[in-house]
Each structure stands twice: as C-alpha cells, then as structure tokens.
C-alpha cells in the first residue's frame, strides 16, 4: 500500500523534484545542519510548471520574503516545503506554516492540533496548546510521573515506559517510511533495510506491551525502571530548552500584539469570528519555537497597528531557538504587503520566468535597483551599437575603395577593424566597476573577448483598466451626507458609530483608518444606506449610485463556485449585468481588469485565484461606473503589482472613493521608485489633458468618532507604531 503522503500528492497533483546523486548528502545523512540548499527544484501542479531548474537556498538567522505574481506558485512552493516534499531539506528541521487557505492549514498547524478540542478552550488556551510538541512532552512527563508515583501498582512504570517506547518507535517508523519512499538505488535499498528493521522493532515492542507485566523478571523491572526515570529527566530537559515554563507569558505577549484585549483572551475560542480566529492561527504559529516560520499572506485581515506590531516581531527573530532539536530561526513571508515586506526583508526571493532570483535588500530597492540596471545596460547596448554601426559603415567604405584602387593598406585596415568589432563587442565594464579586462573578468573558454551585455528581462506591467466616468447626476449636490449620525445594535451597552459627521461629494477622495472592530464597516452601512442611524440624519443624492466591495465579496464568489462548478467570471458577470453588456463588452471589462480569453470563459469561479476573484467582485461593481465607490479592503489576495496598477487605476476614476484599507500604499498612492525624467515629461504633458482627483483626507475612527489625520496614512502609521512599542515583543 501506498504511504499516505504520496496518495496525497498524487491527489493534489504536486510534483516536487531536485537534484540527487550517489555523492548527494541527504537531509538524513547531515540531520545537524540548520540550512536549506536545494539544486535543481522543479515544481508542478497538474502538469503546470511552476519552477524549473531552480535553486532554493534559505540560510540561518535570515528573514526571507517570497514575491512573485498572482498565480506563479508562491503558495505552492511553502506549502511544499512545510509538507517535507522537497528532496533534502533536513528532517530535523521544524517548520511551521500559516496558510492562506483553511486546506494549507488543515494540512499543517491544524493538523497537529486535530486531536485537541476547543470547544471548551479559551483563546489563550488554545494558543498555548497549539504547540504540539510542547503539549505532547507534557503529557508524557504526566504519565510517567503518574506510573513512577503509583504506589499501589508497582509495575505501572514498566507498562508506561513500554507503551512510551512504542509510540516513539512508530512516530519514528512513519518518517523512515517517507525517506524510503524517496530514495533509490543503494542508499533506498539501505533505507528498505532499515525500514523492515524497524518493522521487526515496532513488532517486538508490540509483543512486549501484550505481555503482562507480572511475568517481568526482576532485572528487567530495575532496568525498565531506571529508563523510564533516564526518559522522564530527558523530556523535562527539553520542556526547560523550549521555555516551557513561561508559555502564558509568551502566550499572552504575542496575543495582546495581535490586537487581543485582556477581556477576549479568556474568551471561548469558539465565540470569535472568522476574522479573530485568523488572527489566532497567526498568534499560535508565532507563540511556538521553530526552526522554519513560513508565513503565508500573514497580514491578511490585520489591521495596522497588529501589522507594525507583526513586523517588530518578526524583526526581532534573530536569536536561537531554545527548544529540543536548537538552531536559528529563519522567517519566511509570501506576501502582497509592499510596507511591511520592505520593513522585514533581509533578502528577497523572487519568483519569476519559472525561476527564483535572490536580492540582498528589500522589494523597493529590487525595483528601483533593477529599473536603474536595465535602463543602464539598455543605454550601453544602443551606444555600442551606435558604435558597431560606424565602424561597419567605415569598413564597407575601406572595404570599397580598397577593391577600387588595390590599396593592400586598406585591405589591412579592414581586417584590424573587424576584429575590434570581434574583440570589443560585448560589456566595457568590470566586475568591479572599473575597466573590463579580458585575464580577470572573463575567466575560462568563451566564444568572444567580452561578456554579452544581458539586459533584465521586464516582466510585462500590470495593466487594469475601468469604465471611469459615471453617469451625469443632472443637478448638483453631495453624494453623501451624515449628520450626527449616531448607531448602535439592539442589546448593546455602548453606540458604536457615535455624532459622526461625514459629507462625500463627486470625484472626492475619502479613506478611513481604524481597529479591527472600530465600527469601520458599520459607518459604511451607514453611508451605502444598507443601515438606519438611531439618532442623527443621513442623506442621500437622489439620483446617486452608490456601490460596495466588502470584504466578504469573494467569500460570496466562492460559495457561488462551490454550488455551481459550471459558473465562470463571463457567466456571472452577463448574469449580473441583466442583459446591459453585450458578451465582446463584458470579455473586455473583465479583460480589462486581468481576466483575459479562456480564464473568463473556460475556468470555474471555483477555480480561480483569490486575485482572480476580486478582480470578478471589482468587474460586477463597475461594469455601470457608480458616482460612489466604496472600497473595503479590496487589496486582500491582489499581489504588489496589481495593487500599484490598481492605485493608478483609480487616481483617473471620475467618481467619488471611499476607501477603508490597512494597505498604506493603497492611500499614500507612492511608486516603488522615481520614474525616468523622458517618462516624467510624458507624463506632465499627458496629465495636462486628463482629469484629476483633488488631494483627498483621511479619517480615523477611534471610540466611535471619526478624526480627521493631518499626516494621512503615515500619521496613523506613527499612532499605531506608538501603541505597539507599549505592547512590546515579548520572544
């Protein structure tokens, strides 16, 4: 029968393979070593490649952010890599993953959490007994000190070691079975060997734990006895290297980090939404001690003061681990996040063209460092070329006059100047930045004098495109307009929308900034008119449309998938359209907005990307411009280059936006570097003609009341850096 784990990847349809050889060290072979060095990666899913011939190399007391498209394997490449598929990765390493989908989780952290129950479990308690290892240390200290201390049954002890032993045996026996199923050749026959010797130690242990402990003689109960208190002093040791005794503590620090308030920690787990409860999938992966912290999209849900706090965290992970196996920590991140990738970024992977290329810096200084590059060696090839050109020129020209007149100086001229064209062509820069010279920068057999200049390739710009300008409202007036408005929910002790005064005009730009649970969602109930205030007015224009990305909009797209798994993006949206797009109308929109051909009209909702579905929920929204735009954490799932076309998308839209986000890019509207001063001047001269948004103002809701932020998104950013210093990092 085949292993479970390679039933599941058969079912899942990832392939994983890496160079291997007879001089190979295997992961098993070296199980000291703390780093990852994997040559040769390939990675598919569902005969898709996603990486080929790539290089994985994660090193010690690094943080690592993973970047790439929508769609190029980010999610797949971790999940692969907590799952123990990738070909020498050490097996000593632990690794823990928080996943972007409940499958990666279940698969994971959750999994070793499934014989648990939280029904019963506070939210700190479900932190602190999220920690496997920890927990299963535990009860092993329990059931041996309890056999140890029973008084009445002198040989519950021998029954207890055995039953521990035996555990082990087969924990041990399920990691042997996944190396062999991995090997071939000597070091698999080798690994068969000791499978079936483990097999035959599994088996005499299972006969030793049937055997009733009266019929022990008396040196094996001496000897039994004393390994059992050997095994007892060995896993308090552990429980004393992982900290075990200042769990709550730690339990408590990174919860309270997390935007938990004292009150909620003692909560039920199973009371809290589907927004808190990510948030404490995210606090028991940072509460426990591993090797390996891949975070996957962890700013997912957060809002901004939990992110600045998250990323003091994750900076602070720069000590050894104190836990059974030691070693340093090596944080890896997948995320869309530009701020917060920037801030923790030791070294940057990039997943690219079926590649990964690694950058020592962060996402921002990658950009600009890779724009200014190919704009250099783009200059450097046309001078050259410039040049080649004449020298061609002159050689055709000596070259004739040589024939017409039989001038042999000529004829010599000519060969001296093809072979500097031979001996010239290619990069006049050195590795070190100084004069090329052929003995030291070009070492070894090669078909010309000088390296080819290699100009980075460019990955295609993100281009999102929508319908700008609404319809004419024919008679002037305010969108939206709250006047003391004041909410509250039936039952409530306290208003949670309290005298608020807000007036939204045409084309105006509006952002709100706020806690999780500030009431952010309420107010926009409020303006939409989905909500009545208990006190205070709100009013409407008359001929307003008004429209609403909430947060849930892909949720509501995924249900719909998982009901009808016919449903594609073209269908829903000439569904939602109600006959007011034609087909070549709606292709373009959702075309427009990075739906293109067979992914709108061939590919299930069900099977699209979490970018893919916004993208949908944004197309079933503008297809009619509304006056009012309200835009409720619509970065989620979208990754940095979507984000920033989507930015410049809607600096042109002619329409009102109200936008609630924690993405400060998204309001600070900044590119990730200068633009050229031609692209400059284009620019000037194109926005001459264009229509522009004046500066718009945001808002923080704070106890109910919204403030109005001098500074913007960065002055909330300073709040919220100010409040997580008083949380601290507690490691």
Known sequence: MAPKDIKKRIADGIVVTAQQSRFYVDAIDAPA???????????????????????????????????????????????????????????????????????????????????????????????????ARRERALAEVKYLSEALDNTKDPLAVIAAIRKLKHERLTRAYDEMTKIAARRSGARGAKARKDLIAAEERIAASAALLQQPTSETDVISIQEETREAVDTLTDIQTSLDAMDSASAELRARSVLYGL????????????????????????????????????????????????????????QSLTETTRSAVGGPEVPQQSTHDRDFADAVADELIVLRENKLEYFKGNLSLYEAERHAKTKYLTRMQAALDKKTKHMESSIASALSAAKRTGDDKKLKQVASRKKKIEERSGLEVGLKGGRFKLNRDLAGWHLTNRAEIEIPTVDSLVKVSIPSEPPDLRFPGALVA?????????????????DVDLVIHPGERVGIAGLNGSGKSTLVGLATGVLKPNKGNVTHHTRAKIQYFSQHSVEALEEKGKTDGELTALKEL?????????????????????????????????????????????????????????????????????????????????????????????????????????????????????????????YRLIKGRLKALDGGMRKYESIALKASNKVGVLR
Request: charged share 25%; net charge negative; proline share 4%.
């Open 259 to 314: 935007g938990f308030s004292p009150e909620a920690i003692l909560r039920p787990y199973v009371t809290l939404s589907g927004g808190w409860r990510t948030r404490c999938s995210l606090a028991s992966a940072l509460f426990q001690k591993a090797d390996i912290l891949l975070l996957d999209e962890c700013t997912n849900f957060l809002d901004l003061p939990a992110i600045v706090w998250l990323q003091g965290f994750v």
């Open 574 to 698: 000439m569904t939602v359209s109600a006959g007011e797009l034609s087909e070549q109308e709606a292709r373009a929109l959702l075309s427009g907005l990075g739906l293109p051909g067979k992914i709108a009209s061939d590919v299930p909702v069900a099977a699209l990307s979490g970018g893919q579905k916004v993208r949908l929920a944004l197309a079933k929204l503008i297809y009619s411009p509304p006056h009012l735009l309200v835009l409720d954490e619509v970065t989620t799932h979208l990754d940095a280059d979507t984000v920033l076309a989507l930015v410049e998308t809607l600096k042109e839209y002619q329409g009102a936006l109200l936008v609630i986000t924690h993405d400060r890019c998204v309001v600070e509207g900044e590119s990730p570097y200068e633009a050229t001063e031609e692209s400059d001047e284009e620019d000037e001269e194109e926005a001459r003609g264009q229509w522009q948004a004046n500066p718009g103002i945001v």
């Open 482 to 498: 709250l006047e003391k408005a004041s909410f509250w929910y039936p039952g409530a002790k306290t208003m949670t929308i309290v």
């Open 33 to 131: 070593t703390k780093e990852i060095d994997v040559k040769d990666l390939a990675l598919s899913v569902s005969g898709r490649d996603l990486l080929s011939h790539a290089n994985l190399t994660l090193r010690e007391n690094k943080h690592y952010v993973l970047v790439g498209r929508n769609g190029t394997g980010k999610s797949t490449l971790i999940r692969a890599l907590a799952e123990g598929r990738i070909p020498g990765v050490p097996w000593s390493l632990h690794m823990l993953l928080l996943g972007q989908t409940d499958f990666v989780n279940s698969s994971t952290l959750d999994e070793s959490l499934a014989a648990l129950r939280f029904e019963d479990m506070t939210v700190l308690e479900h932190v602190i007994r999220s920690d």
